[in-house]
């Protein structure tokens, strides 16, 4: 397996990992009501576009170098 190809499904996974835990972060506010609940949430979904942008560009970066 190639740094590359682990790299890529490392944001991947990373990805996933932060819709998981922004859904989870949700229905916890919404039993408990509680400020944290709702902060770790917002916080979890710019993780997760932020990993998405961050493997957007990875994967043009590599494309443009011709590595992939």
């Known amino acids: 397996m190639s740094l590359k190809f682990f790299h ?3 944001v991947i996974a990373s990805t ?4 998981m835990f922004a859904m ?3 229905r916890e506010y ?8 709702l902060a770790l949430g917002i ?3 710019v ?5 998405l942008v961050y493997g957007r560009w990875f994967l043009q970066k590599i494309k443009n ?3 992939a």
């Open 65 to 67: 170098a011709r590595l």
């Open 30 to 37: 919404r039993q408990t009501h509680a400020a944290e609940d």
């Open 24 to 26: 989870w972060s949700w």
């Open 8 to 10: 890529i499904l490392f």
């Open 43 to 45: 916080i979890a979904i």
């Open 16 to 19: 996933l990992l932060m819709a």
């Open 47 to 51: 993780a997760g576009l932020a990993l």
